[in-house]
C-alpha cells in the first residue's frame, strides 16, 4: 500500500494491533508524510489508544449543535465541520479532507458518504451544506470552484485545509474537538452496532466494538440516566 492510498482506517487497524510498536517514530512519520502532501486526512495520537475515557457531557453536544445549526455569524465552513464532528464524531483531519463527490444531492435529499454507507443528512444541516458546496472558499478554489474537489479549500492551491488548522477553528468557536468527538462516538455507540457504526462513520471495526462495550457497560448506570432525560432534537 502506497501513502497516498493509506486511509485513516488502515492506520487505526495498525495500530490495534498487539505486535505494533514505536508510537512515538510513527507519529512523527505520520505527521511529516501529511505535511508534505503524501498522504491526506491522517491523524495519529502518540499515546496509544486503550479505550474510550469520559465523562461525556451529551447535553454540552446537542448545545453546541443548536448553536452551529442556528448561530448565522459563525463561518459557515466552520459550522458545518463543527456538525460533521458532533453530530457523526468526524475527527478534524478527516472533514478536512473531505471531497465533494462524498456529498449526494438528488434535489430531495442530501448524502454524506463517510465510511461505506451513505449518511442522510437531517434539516437544517442539508441546507447548510448544500450552500457550503456551492460557495466554498479558500485559495485552493479561487477562480475555479466547480472543478476543485475539496469540501474544506485550503490556503494552497489544489490542497485542502490542514487538519490540525481546522481543528484550531473549531477550537476558536467554543469545541474541543477530541471531547466532542469522544462524546458523540459515546453516544452513537449506545444507539447503534459495532458493524452499522463502522459502515457508517468510517471506523476502524475494533475501535467500533470498544466504543460499544463502553455505552453499554461501564457507562451503563450513565446511560440509563440519559434515556430518563427529555430527548433533545436539532431545532
Not at 31 to 39: D, K, Q
Not at 224 to 233: E, I, V
Request: cysteine-free; proline content about 7%.
Amino acid at each position: 500500500m502506497t501513502l497516498a492510498a493509506l486511509t485513516q482506517n488502515d492506520l487505526d487497524r495498525w495500530v490495534s494491533e498487539p505486535q505494533f510498536t514505536y508510537p512515538k517514530e510513527t507519529g512523527h512519520f505520520i505527521r511529516w508524510a501529511v505535511g508534505r502532501g503524501h498522504a491526506r486526512g491522517l491523524t495519529f495520537d502518540q499515546a496509544r489508544w486503550e479505550g474510550p475515557r469520559g465523562p461525556h457531557d451529551t447535553e454540552k453536544r446537542w448545545d453546541d449543535a443548536r448553536r452551529l445549526l442556528h448561530d448565522g455569524t459563525l463561518p459557515l465552513p466552520d459550522r458545518v465541520a463543527g456538525l460533521l464532528l458532533l453530530l457523526y464524531a468526524q475527527s478534524a483531519a478527516g472533514i478536512a479532507s473531505l471531497t465533494t463527490g462524498q456529498i449526494r444531492d438528488d434535489g430531495a435529499s442530501v448524502t454524506i458518504m463517510l465510511g461505506t454507507a451513505p449518511i442522510t443528512l437531517p434539516e437544517p444541516l442539508t441546507g447548510l451544506v448544500r450552500e457550503l458546496v456551492a460557495t466554498r472558499s479558500g485559495h485552493a478554489a479561487i477562480g475555479r470552484p466547480g472543478t476543485v474537489p475539496w469540501l474544506f479549500p485550503g490556503g494552497r492551491p489544489g490542497h485542502p485545509l490542514n487538519g490540525r488548522r481546522l481543528g484550531d477553528r473549531l477550537k476558536n468557536i467554543g469545541l474541543h474537538p477530541r471531547q466532542a468527538r469522544a462524546t458523540a462516538l459515546f453516544t452513537l455507540a449506545s444507539q447503534l452496532p459495532a458493524a452499522v457504526l463502522a459502515r457508517m462513520l468510517g471506523i476502524h471495526i475494533h475501535a467500533a466494538v470498544q466504543w460499544q462495550k463502553a455505552a453499554s457497560g461501564d457507562w451503563m448506570t450513565y446511560a440509563a440516566d440519559l434515556s430518563r432525560r427529555p430527548r433533545g432534537n436539532l431545532t
